[in-house]
């Protein structure tokens, strides 16, 4: 692997977690290992993951509850399921929640890696399809990929680097929530207070740039993000 992936590995086993945390890390991962559902919470706000891994059985939450927080927190996080439980109907429920794999234990850490390092790859194409996207349509706005620019009916509109970014990422997004976490991992690299005000400060300017189409509006989520939304 060129990239060295970081993972979310949450298992409440000790020996399991230990095995699991020297293994993935021994073929090149970067592991995250929190016992129990709180920590992952905790380390999930504060770290950027490719990947969770979750237990389904923890001591304070299933595995099941902590996938849809996590999902409020990151939801673009892919994530799969490891469990005892083998009934049908905990692996559909795992699916339904939006899982992209379901392991059963006792857990085969080759097939693991085989699974993972798969999983890996197909997102890593998504990806690369999505970036080849060379314009979005935001009402009467065009904003172009490929020379940067912003357009309002042919007439190009000057955008910083950041105020770029941050409208490319809103527009691929549009009428969806963007969290303050992922905009900010995304456009700045970090999660933090400092480029939380400056987040608020470019979203102003963003405004400014499309306030020549009523239908456009980026709306502030209480708390949570915010959202490009464009009435019919």
Request: glycine content about 4%.
């Given at each position: 692997?060129?990239?060295?992936?970081?993972l979310?590995?949450?298992?409440?086993?000790?020996?399991?977690?230990?095995?699991?945390?020297?293994?993935?890390?021994?073929?090149?991962?970067?592991?995250?290992?929190a016992?129990?559902?709180?920590?992952?919470?905790?380390?999930?706000?504060?770290?950027?993951?490719?990947?969770?891994?979750?237990?389904?059985?923890?001591?304070?939450?299933?595995?099941?509850?902590?996938?849809?927080?996590i999902?409020?927190?990151?939801?673009?996080?892919?994530?799969?399921f490891?469990?005892?439980?083998?009934?049908?109907?905990?692996?559909?429920?795992?699916?339904?929640?939006?899982?992209?794999?379901?392991?059963?234990?006792?857990?085969?850490?080759?097939?693991?890696?085989?699974?993972?390092?798969?999983?890996?790859?197909?997102?890593?194409?998504?990806?690369?399809?999505?970036?080849?996207?060379?314009?979005?349509?935001?009402?009467?706005?065009?904003?172009?990929?490929?020379?940067?620019?912003?357009?309002?009916?042919?007439?190009?509109?000057?955008?910083?680097?950041?105020?770029?970014?941050?409208?490319?990422?809103?527009?691929?997004?549009?009428?969806q929530?963007?969290?303050?976490?992922?905009?900010?991992?995304?456009?700045?690299?970090?999660?933090?207070?400092?480029?939380?005000?400056?987040?608020?400060?470019?979203?102003?300017?963003?405004?400014?740039?499309?306030?020549?189409?009523?239908?456009?509006?980026?709306?502030?989520?209480?708390?949570?993000?915010?959202?490009?939304?464009?009435?019919d």
């Amino acid at each position: 692997m060129d990239k060295t992936y970081k993972l979310l590995l949450v298992e409440d086993d000790n020996a399991l977690g230990y095995l699991l945390s020297e293994y993935l890390g021994m073929k090149g991962f970067s592991i995250t290992w929190a016992k129990d559902a709180s920590e992952a919470l905790v380390k999930t706000k504060t770290n950027v993951f490719d990947l969770a891994i979750l237990d389904v059985m923890l001591p304070d939450m299933d595995g099941f509850e902590l996938s849809q927080k996590i999902k409020s927190l990151n939801p673009e996080l892919p994530f799969i399921f490891l469990t005892a439980r083998s009934l049908k109907i905990d692996v559909l429920k795992g699916f339904s929640l939006g899982a992209v794999d379901y392991l059963k234990k006792p857990i085969d850490e080759e097939e693991l890696v085989v699974r993972i390092n798969a999983l890996l790859s197909r997102l890593v194409a998504d990806q690369e399809q999505e970036a080849h996207v060379s314009q979005y349509e935001i009402g009467e706005y065009v904003l172009h990929m490929d020379n940067f620019e912003l357009n309002f009916k042919g007439q190009p509109i000057k955008l910083t680097g950041k105020e770029f970014d941050l409208l490319a990422l809103l527009a691929k997004n549009k009428n969806q929530l963007c969290t303050h976490k992922e905009i900010l991992t995304t456009v700045w690299d970090k999660n933090d207070y400092f480029n939380k005000k400056s987040l608020n400060v470019f979203i102003s300017h963003l405004r400014k740039h499309l306030g020549q189409d009523p239908k456009l509006s980026i709306v502030n989520v209480s708390r949570r993000g915010f959202m490009l939304r464009e009435e019919d």
